[in-house]
């Protein structure tokens, strides 16, 4: 007999372009997004570095210059999903390109995500680290009388 297990992962609930059809579910407050996307949009921005130089070539072939953009916007999709610790990325970018040119100043699509998301992740890890810090206060009223010279921390 299967036994579940219900556990709080902290996960929200957000939609694509208010599209109810293209939810994902994220942890904001999840303390190794930022780690993980410092790792990741090093692959990225080394992939799109590949990716420019090809372009620039002369002897670089439609079909090899496709093949190189498919494993770059994999890269991508992987790290989106690698960073958020869910796979959210055929939901955020259905059949789009995350390369794709979504603003006239040349925002990416995996740009114009990023930086819609990035502000909630951080009111979301300032938020969590003020209730740690005022969780910790409430504890000390309790645990200071049995800390050596009343420090508890």
């Given amino acids: 007999m299967?036994?579940?297990l219900n556990v709080l992962d902290g996960r929200k609930e957000f939609?694509?372009?208010g599209d109810p059809n293209r939810a994902i579910?994220?942890?904001?407050?999840d303390v190794g997004i930022l780690q993980r996307a410092k790792k990741s949009l090093q692959k990225i921005e080394s992939v799109e570095s590949e990716l420019k130089q090809a372009e620039s070539r002369a002897d670089v072939d439609e079909e090899t210059y496709f093949s190189m953009l498919e494993k770059a916007?994999?890269?991508a999709k992987d790290a989106l999903n690698d960073i958020f610790a869910a796979d959210i990325a055929d939901t955020v970018f259905g059949l789009l390109?995350?390369?794709a040119v979504v603003k006239e100043d040349g925002t990416t699509?995996?740009?114009a995500f990023m930086e819609a998301i990035l502000p909630v992740v951080e009111r979301d890890q300032q938020a969590l680290q003020k209730a740690a810090q005022q969780s910790k206060q409430r504890t000390a009223k309790y645990t200071n009388k049995y800390a050596k010279n009343g420090?508890?921390?």
């Fill in 109 to 111: 699509y995996f740009e």
């Fill in 151 to 153: 420090d508890a921390t």
């Fill in 2 to 4: 299967a036994i579940t």
């Fill in 97 to 99: 390109s995350p390369f």
């Fill in 15 to 17: 939609h694509i372009n």
């Fill in 25 to 29: 579910f994220i942890n904001t407050a």
């Fill in 73 to 75: 916007q994999q890269t």
